[in-house]
């Protein structure tokens, strides 16, 4: 505890057996997501952004991080995560700590409860999640296709912050969804 972790993953895919569940600050990189000879359609400035090209998946067999217990920091930067699986909250991420993803996408992932991509669990008024620049499809749940929150903390009057901003939420959900978005107690 108190130290913080920085991993770079190469370019491939990683497949898991079962969640990652960090014990401490964590950081972790996939390969640069950039072309620096191209310029980007959208802002006509170098680099051009591409395809994401490091992935961590479970192909279905189990969520992929769980920050639950440790309330650990988790930081997500170029990684595609992929087909998470949870029978209970939180198909791709059961986060307990603050979370960062940038430049990033959770896909395909799928909670038989709440939270399809992300479940939040705000026990205290630093908690925060910040998204950026990520791609979030596919995902499915009963509540909360894309995030969802717990809220037993409620009557602690938590205050947790959710940014998204220059993100794309997009085909999440089902014809049994109730929501694709299902946050409680007093967010910002």
Do not use: W
Not at 38 to 51: E, F, G, H, I
Not at 95 to 122: D, H, R, W
Request: overall charge negative; proline content about 3%.
């Amino acid at each position: 505890r108190g130290q913080s972790d920085h991993i770079q993953l190469e370019e491939g895919e990683y497949v898991l057996k079962s969640e990652l569940k960090p014990a401490s600050q964590v950081f972790i990189y996939g390969k640069s997501a950039t072309d620096f000879s191209k310029k980007s359609v959208l802002t006509n400035q170098y680099p051009a952004r591409t395809d994401l090209k490091t992935s961590i998946t479970s192909k279905g067999a189990s969520r992929i991080f769980n920050t639950l217990e440790s309330q650990s920091a988790l930081s997500i930067e170029s990684i595609s995560l992929e087909n998470g699986q949870s029978s209970g909250v939180g198909g791709a991420l059961l986060i307990g700590g603050p979370l960062t993803l940038s430049n990033s996408a959770i896909l395909n992932s799928k909670s038989n409860q709440e939270g399809g991509a992300i479940y939040f669990v705000a026990q205290n008024t630093e908690k925060t999640i910040d998204i950026q620049y990520t791609r979030i499809e596919g995902n499915d749940a009963k509540r909360g296709s894309v995030i969802a929150m717990d809220c037993e903390a409620n009557l602690l009057d938590t205050h947790p912050t959710v940014n998204m901003s220059n993100s794309s939420i997009v085909r999440n959900g089902s014809a049994s969804s109730l929501s694709t978005i299902d946050i409680c107690g007093n967010p910002k």
